[in-house]
């Protein structure tokens, strides 16, 4: 986009191709391919928190889908326009009420 932009989220470095699985068991919110993020996932787990997953191709799921800890929900793919300088990599977000808060808060090593 020519500038410098601040996203919540980590970016993970991935080759295309490498899957993606749910953080934690939910139901899937969002299903989409968006010029911006390419294809992304968004799982809610309850109590008002959701992950969104990014930079996606393959999707394997679909809007409404159960899912569980570990379950594959995509692929990695490219970047999408947002983040289309970068190599290819999962955009990861944790959302608490809707709002994206540290991620780091909710994984464990």
Do not use: I
Request: a neutral charge; aromatic letters at 6%; proline letters at 6%.
């Amino acid at each position: 986009m020519g500038d410098w932009r601040w996203h919540a989220g980590l970016d993970v470095e991935a080759a295309p191709g490498t899957p993606v699985a749910a953080a934690a068991g939910g139901r899937v919110v969002v299903a989409r391919q968006t010029r911006e993020w390419g294809w992304e996932v968004v799982v809610d787990h309850g109590g008002g928190l959701s992950t969104r997953y990014a930079n996606c191709r393959a999707v394997a799921v679909a809007a409404g889908d159960a899912v569980r800890a570990g379950q594959k929900l995509a692929e990695v793919g490219d970047p999408g326009l947002a983040e289309a300088a970068d190599k290819p990599h999962l955009h990861f977000e944790v959302l608490a009420n809707g709002r994206p808060v540290d991620p780091s808060r909710y994984l464990r090593n």
